[in-house]
């Protein structure tokens, strides 16, 4: 049974991530209710138990976050990030609309539902390209297509993969970077951190073996991360960001759960407990 709280977590596996945060919030004299989502049933019809309640989303598969989310809201809480934000920030072509509405910069995409389609967008972008998935992270399933061939290869490979998820086909332009891309954090509308994720590979996820090195953040990556994040109703997010040659930064992907082990390994900064902070902070106002 949920009690009311002032300060929650809601997760399904209590990584480094999540052990840090309830370290941080228990450094500020905090000890949250932790909503360990698999095991504890959200009973809808408590009558807004958690009325008044701030409740940090920290769960790692999507469906799980965004379903547990809306059920937290069902009860008054508020949580971080809203479920509305999670869909908008876990769909990338969700996203990618928002931010092409809102001229914010991104790489070209398109969004194909068959392989025609697909070799359709391509024959424009031109070879190489990338096909991922309309959802999912650590870069899974996300593939580069150098010619017809590889392309319907993966194509082919993506036809028996169960789930609608794999019939709608993301596809995005090739970007030349610089050997890394940018992880920008933000918290309530504030840029706190950043890291270089450095790899040799054209993914440079640090789950798939990129390095983190600390980032500086200029003025106009500064403002470009708030907007995003901003139009997407986001309170604490991660955003990637690709470094074109010709056009500058362009917003690649947003995530609304996001993972930052290395990233304060990397810059020695205290990412949980700022996110403490900023809960707290609702709470008091």
């Not at 009690?3 to 991530?17: K, N, P």
């Not at 949580?79 to 092409?100: F, G, P, Q, R, Y």
């Not at 036809?159 to 920008?184: A, C, M, T, W």
């Not at 953040?217 to 901003?230: Q, W």
Request: proline share 5%.
């Amino acid at each position: 049974m949920l009690i009311a709280s002032t300060i929650g977590i809601a997760y399904d596996v209590l990584r480094w991530e999540e052990r840090a945060l309830i370290s941080a919030f228990k450094s500020l004299g905090v000890n949250p209710l932790l909503i360990h989502v698999k095991s504890e049933p959200i009973i809808l019809t408590t009558n807004n138990v958690l009325e008044g309640s701030v409740i940090l989303q920290r769960c790692m598969s999507n469906y799980l976050a965004r379903a547990s989310t809306e059920a937290l809201e069902g009860l008054g809480a508020r949580v971080i990030n809203s479920a509305e934000a999670i869909a908008k920030c876990s769909d990338k072509l969700w996203t990618a609309s928002i931010l092409m509405r809102h001229g914010i910069p991104i790489p070209k995409v398109a969004v194909a539902f068959s392989t025609e389609g697909v070799i359709k967008v391509v024959n424009e972008f031109g070879y190489p390209s990338v096909i991922k998935p309309i959802s999912g992270s650590w870069g899974r399933l996300v593939s580069l297509v150098r010619d017809e061939e590889e392309l319907r290869t993966v194509m082919e490979h993506r036809s028996y993969l169960p789930g609608q998820n794999s019939k709608v086909h993301l596809v995005q332009e090739f970007i030349r970077k610089p050997g890394r891309d940018l992880r920008v954090f933000v918290v309530g509308g504030e840029v706190v951190t950043a890291i270089y994720r450095v790899s040799n590979h054209w993914i440079t996820n640090t789950a798939r073996g990129g390095k983190a090195v600390p980032a500086k953040v200029d003025d106009e990556l500064k403002e470009l991360v708030i907007k995003t994040a901003e139009v997407l109703g986001a309170e604490f997010v991660g955003i990637d960001v690709f470094e074109d040659p010709s056009r500058g930064y362009l917003i690649d992907e947003v995530n609304p759960v996001p993972e930052f082990k290395r990233t304060v390994a990397a810059t020695g900064y205290d990412l949980p407990r700022k996110v403490a902070e900023y809960l707290i902070s609702l709470v008091r106002r």
